[in-house]
């Protein structure tokens, strides 16, 4: 099938590249010519295992090109996917200028019936706004084209979004019941039919309930985060293990194991945009969400509880004081650093005089870009935030080790040589990585969330 994919981020190049893998014809369209001409060198602007092969083998078939055409672009497909980015806009709901400018681009080059997907994560009500847009630019064309949009949000994970997309646990198509809709529709299931093979995986729904499915996803799993922070800084006064608590309470299968990690707050592009809209769209609707308002407080005050674990040891001036920091992307598996807990936590050192050397297996280079921002006018806290290029070179003379992010590469680390590096043998875990006890007999000084702090 010809498809064109609105966007080459994080999830349209992966819809791009999957979509191309099992056969289409796929145009990926950007207006950011800086990443198309990386796609068109044979590079990839983001990191994502598995995504590099894919791409460079389809491009190689021919069913996988990158354009900044727009014309071109909306001739190409018979579904055209708007998979641009939604950030907050400054009152918390989801900015949709970007969703809507694709839509017009759409409106204005059409040539016949188009299938318009919402794969971006969009307020509910959004399509019907699509559709509008559309209808306008076709209007000033004095043109009558069919079209039906359609919500499909994206469930993929940064870090194994290749995989999400390939083996996806389930689709949420929403259509439209008219004619128009019940055409997207089947092109829709025709499209996605390969990956419904072993069994049915397509949630079909009204659109705004699937627009309302993605946020209510979002807003669940985030609720989950909160939670066991809530219960982990309980833990930590009440002295409970809430790494015991957490095997104790998943074995319930009515609350399962999955996302039950305390950690430094959640962090990426999605979580703490999309509770914010929909607390937003709350509002817009008269209606407060009391569990969400809680859940954002919550995760707001966890990015400060390793900064308050490092300040209670050495005191609030850190002037003087070396710390290595491991871990800088949200999470492991990708290079993505937006809302980044690594973010305020190593703001905060800094600004009380320490100097910190961090390293991150991929995000190095993205990190660079983000402090520069984050710390513009700051030229000595700046100047004090060194990157270097392995975890051990980070720790080298540091007096404490922080882990902010859970790459596989620090779960076992050489603790004999951390013990001759660290000048003050502590290690300070935001994701509960190391056993307490095991790191107080080898002399550590060792702090985590919601864990004993075993002498
Ligand atoms: P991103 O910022 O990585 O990519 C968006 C891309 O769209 C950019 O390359 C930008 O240049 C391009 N763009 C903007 N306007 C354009 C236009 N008019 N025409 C063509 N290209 C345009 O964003 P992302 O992380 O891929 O997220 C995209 C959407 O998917 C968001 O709504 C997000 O909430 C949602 N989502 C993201 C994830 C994730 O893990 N990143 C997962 C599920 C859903």
Redesign the pocket.
């Known amino acids: 099938m010809k498809i064109t994919i ?8 992966v819809t791009g590249a999957c979509l191309a893998e099992i056969g289409n014809d796929v145009f990926c ?4 010519p800086r ?1 198309i001409k990386i796609l068109n060198d044979g590079g990839v602007p ?1 990191h994502e295992p598995g995504l590099k092969e894919i791409i460079a083998r389809n491009r190689e078939a021919g069913r996988l090109q990158f354009s900044t055409d ?1 014309a071109a672009s909306v001739a190409h497909g018979d579904i055209q996917f708007i ?4 950030p907050p806009d400054e009152d918390g709901s ?1 900015d949709l200028q ?1 969703v809507l ?2 839509a017009k ?1 759409i409106g204005a080059h059409m040539q016949g019936f188009k299938v318009i997907v919402d ?4 307020p509910v009500g959004t399509a019907a706004h699509v559709a509008d847009v559309v209808n306008a630019a076709l209007a000033e064309r004095k043109l009558d084209h069919g079209f039906s949009v359609v919500s499909n ?6 870090g194994a ?1 290749v995989d999400d997309f390939m083996r996806p646990d389930r689709i949420v198509l929403g259509c439209d019941e008219d004619e128009a809709g019940e055409r997207a529709q089947a092109l829709m299931r025709r499209l996605y039919a390969p990956f419904n093979r072993n069994h049915e995986r397509t949630r079909y729904m009204d659109v705004r309930s699937a627009e309302f499915t ?1 946020y209510a996803a979002n807003a669940m799993l985030a609720t989950r985060i909160s939670f066991m922070n809530e219960m982990a800084n309980l833990a930590d006064r009440v002295g409970a293990d809430i790494e015991a608590v957490r095997r104790g309470i998943g074995s319930d299968p009515r609350i399962g194991y999955s996302f039950l990690y305390a950690g430094t707050g959640y962090g ?3 979580f703490p ?2 509770v914010q809209a929909l607390i937003r769209t709350a509002a817009d609707n008269g209606h407060d969400l009391k569990i969400l308002n809680a859940v954002e407080a919550v995760n707001d005050a966890q990015k400060s509880v390793l900064v308050d674990k490092i300040t209670k040891f050495y005191g609030e001036n850190l002037r003087g004081k070396v710390f290595a920091v491991w871990g800088l992307a949200f999470k492991p598996n990708t290079d ?1 650093m937006r809302a980044a807990p690594s973010r305020p936590l190593i703001a905060a050192l800094l600004k009380r005089g320490a100097t910190i050397r961090a390293y991150d297996p991929v995000s190095q280079e993205e990190a660079r870009r983000v402090f520069a921002m984050d710390l513009k006018g700051e030229e000595d806290a700046l100047g004090r935030l060194q990157f270097v290029d392995t975890q051990y070179e980070a720790s080298a003379d540091a007096h404490a080790l922080i882990v902010v992010t859970e790459w596989k590469e620090f779960k076992s680390p050489d603790f004999g040589k951390l013990y001759r590096q660290l000048t003050s043998s502590a290690i300070f875990d935001g994701r509960n990585l190391y056993e307490p006890e095991a790191l107080a007999a080898a002399g550590f000084h060792y702090e985590a969330i919601g864990r004993p702090f075993v002498t």
Not at 83 to 86: E, N
Request: aromatic fraction near 8%; hydrophobic fraction near 40%.
């Open positions: 609105i966007g080459t981020g994080y999830v349209g190049l369209l950007d207006v950011d990443k983001i727009v998979a641009v980015g939604t989801a970007y400018a694709a681009n794969k971006s994560t969009v949000p994206e469930f993929l994970k940064e979004a993605k990426g592009s999605c945009k999309d993505d």
